[in-house]
Antibody, heavy 119, light 109 residues
Framework: QVRLQESGPGLVKTSESLSLTCTVSGASIDTSSYYWGWVRQPPEKGLEWIGNVYYSGATYSNPSLSSRVTISMDTSKNQFSLTLDSVTAADAALYFC???????????WGQGALVTVSS | SSELTQDPAVSVALGQTVRITCQGD??????ASWYQQRPGQAPILIIS???IRPSGIPDRFSGSSSGGTASLTITGARADDEAVYHCNSRASSGRPHVIFGGGTKLTVL
């Protein structure tokens, strides 16, 4: 059974960086079969793709966020991470990590990590 | 354009059939997938690659696609089908960019 679990601070100050880690169990992230990615959902809004990382280290991100997004992976810990720089109130959301297949559907999701942005 | 459009809200009477649609140019080339999201929970994949149900998903849920429109049909709606349904696909550019529709809130009357 593949499981993903987000972790990181739930409160970030405006203009600082948001950092989250996703720990994967039941599957290795060091695989050519999947991407590993981040999706967020602001309160009462839809899902927004943030970006993906591939086992090769290649990363892909939403053009609207790409200048502020860094995604990396640590295969020794079977984890991947998200850093979002210069956060504003608009970045407050529930952040999900997920396993993404070649058709770019998310077949496994973490439970989500709520991030609040304060001034 | 690499956008997917969904109706914000749809309602269905208990036991009836409802169709939720997702429109966009990427769907002319790529499959859509569908997710169910109940309040406070993570989305669950219920239809993949246009019309494939993952293990454990009831056959009341089915998917189809025609041209630039993908559809999710729920046959015999139950009270616990009340949720937000999201569609997703990949961007028209061909790069591995994930795109989502805005989500449809289904109310079961």
């Amino acid at each position: 059974q593949v499981r993903l679990q987000e972790s990181g601070p739930g409160l970030v100050k405006t203009s600082e960086s948001l950092s989250l880690t996703c720990t994967v169990s039941g599957a290795s992230i060091d695989t050519s079969s999947y991407y590993w990615g981040w999706v967020r959902q602001p309160p009462e809004k839809g899902l927004e793709w943030i970006g993906n990382v591939y086992y090769s280290g290649a990363t892909y991100s939403n053009p609207s966020l790409s200048s502020r997004v860094t995604i990396s992976m640590d295969t020794s810990k079977n984890q991947f991470s998200l850093t979002l720089d210069s956060v504003t109130a608009a970045d407050a959301a529930l952040y999900f990590c997920g396993r993404i297949d070649g058709a770019l559907k998310v077949d496994y999701w973490g439970q989500g990590a709520l991030v609040t942005v304060s001034s | 354009s690499s956008e997917l459009t969904q109706d914000p809200a749809v309602s269905v009477a208990l036991g009836q059939t409802v169709r939720i649609t997702c429109q966009g140019d990427p769907l002319r080339k790529y499959f859509a997938s569908w997710y169910q999201q109940r309040p406070g929970q993570a989305p669950i994949l219920i239809i993949s690659d246009s019309n494939i149900r993952p293990s454990g998903i009831p056959d009341r849920f089915s998917g189809s696609s025609s041209g630039g429109t993908a559809s999710l049909t729920i046959t015999g709606a139950r009270a616990d089908d009340e949720a937000v349904y999201h569609c997703n696909s990949r961007a028209s550019s061909g790069r591995p960019h994930v795109i989502f529709g805005g989500g449809t809130k289904l109310t079961v009357l």
